[in-house]
């Protein structure tokens, strides 16, 4: 790419400048198609500094018009965008290339490049369908590095993405291997209709970051950014969207709309037709933590025409826009004008009257209020997801395991049952009993290790508790989740238990707590710890007021540095500690870590118990 001087159209190497939008006296960002190209990419061209211009973004879809409007906010020297690409067609299947909402933030140099991108969406399970008929069910041979260039796009800014899996002999099989793997072994089929919390696909389990010797690492490769708020409920976003800054807040403008369907004579569809008769306005906060995507209470669909295609190319004509400090939508006709209130509704208004009914103190008033009453919608709204919430995010979990638990239980669970007592009753010949044998063998084998997993998602003792209204043994619960787990990782399991801590009765709310907080020790142990022994101790403590039940488990893995695991930036990425604290939070009981590298870990959960 040619070095830039000016961001002047003329003295450049581009063939069309879509758009460009200055960010202070320095920094300018232009959607522009290089000669030689058919599709336009995003470019951060600095005038004082040409050696810092580059292409900030290529174009992930190869298409072009792809990008919506560019939208700089001051506040946080941060460039807003998004990108659509729903007329795309690869091998003949619409396939949403780059979806979603950008981000360009600075580097640590004070640049902005491409290191500083962030893309927000979801790799939702119906896109990875649509993904596999497009790179695999309709050509003729499959494009395994047009599928991983796909999927790598969902991974955070800072991941150097890797697909990895790994076989029962313990070989790794990285990208190209292990996606050839699934395709030839027939796992791929069903990875690409399952999902998993947050409808998120089951993909993403196997996406995981390399590190700076290109070594794989067992850290997630896609997390929405370490954004805990977008992961849980993001979206896609596969639709036009148009942006504008507002008061230091960025709003986004989504095209709605149905199919619109007519009739011949006989009462037969004789036509169908995409209208955008509505649209919807969202708000986005955007801090160091997290980043949302909201509507504020009010808000809701817009019951007009409103969006536009193709993208304006200037701000009198967008959707979206600020006039004399205060936020309108426009109309399709161009006439049609809505104002923001200041509870946050639209109301039709008539630009060009010169009546007003308000002083120009009052108006000012009214700015104020809005702007504080905006501020404080946020505030609240970020105030409740992060603490207020976190019971009823949790109550939709638990829901949602006991739901799958009891529906794995009572079909497939079932069905194996069924087919497993088929095979015993086969009449076989000498040469096949051998072959019928393992046979069974594996069917029991399989319904037990479902049926672990049934117990792992809603403990059996809490699932009577909750039918009959009862308390829960939470030691019979914890017992069974740590001996599942042995043998399943073939981790030897010790248990030491006071003789007055064999039964122990809690509240059924506190049991679920509990198991989930001893489900994510586990799998950490699992994943990380490389232990080969766990144990569990099991104490209690009797006051005059309160009576304690602790439990620690130790176990022999390679340690940590606790200091890194709990710093900001890596808790930012490991929802696993979040959880464990959180949980214990919530179950009102304590959580304490110690170890050292190479010394194994300890970990300590502390909970009140009734008399």
Known sequence: MQVFSSIHAETLDFEEVFQSVKAGSEWNFVVAREKGSNYENLYAVNAGNPEKSSCVLKNPARTEYVFSNLCYNPKNETLYFCIHNGGGLVNGVQLFLGEGIYALKKDSDGSFSSKGVRRFTKMEPWLVERAKQAYFDKPSAPDYAGFLEFFFGFADFDAHPCLAYTLENGKKLLNEDALRYFNESGLLASLCSESKEFYHSRFEDFLFCLDENGEITKTPAVTANHSEIFYKEG?????????????????????????????????NVSNSLWSPDFS?????????????????????????????????????????????????????NHSDIWQLQK??????????SK??????????????????????????????????????????????????SSDIHDSVVQDIRAIRLDVERLKVNAESEDLQK??????????????????????????????????????????????????RTKI????????????????????????????????????????????????QKISDKNRI???IFVDDGVGCDLKTIFSHANMKKHFGLRNIKKYAELCGGTIDFLSEKNEGMQVKLSVKVAD
């Open 235 to 267: 979206g896609a976003f596969v639709d036009f969207h148009y942006l504008a800054r507002h008061k230091g807040q960025i709003f986004m403008l989504e095209i709605s709309g149905s199919l619109k369907k007519s009739f011949d004579e006989h009462g």
């Open 280 to 332: 919807k306005i969202y708000a986005i906060s955007d801090s160091e933590e997290d980043f949302l995507v909201y509507q504020p209470s009010g808000w809701g669909e817009i019951k007009a025409g409103i969006f536009e295609l193709p993208y304006p190319k200037s701000p009198e004509e967008a959707p979206i826009f600020e006039k004399d400090g205060e936020l309108f939508l426009r109309g399709v």
């Open 343 to 352: 509870d946050f509704s639209f109301k039709k208004v008539d630009l060009n």
């Open 355 to 404: 009546k007003n009914d308000f002083s120009g103190k009052t108006i000012a008033i009214l700015q104020i209020l809005t702007s504080l009453l905006l501020a404080l919608s946020v505030i609240f709204y970020l105030a409740f997801k992060k603490f207020n919430s976190a019971k009823f995010i949790f109550g939709i979990q638990q829901k949602t395991r006991e739901e799958i």
């Open 438 to 487: 393992t046979t069974v063998n594996n069917l029991t084998e399989c319904i037990k290790r479902m049926r672990d997993i049934c117990y792992g998602l809603n403990p059996a003792e809490i699932a009577v508790a909750e039918i009959t209204g009862s308390s829960t043994n939470i030691i019979s619960v914890v017992q069974t989740l740590c001996e599942n787990f042995s043998q």
């Open 492 to 539: 030897q399991f010790r248990l030491d238990c006071e003789q007055d801590s064999g039964t122990i009765l809690i509240e059924t709310e506190k049991a679920k707590y509990v198991s989930r907080i001893v489900s994510e020790i586990l799998s950490n142990v699992e994943k990380h710890s490389f232990a080969t022994n766990l144990t569990l101790l099991i104490r």
């Open 549 to 551: 039940l602790t439990f």
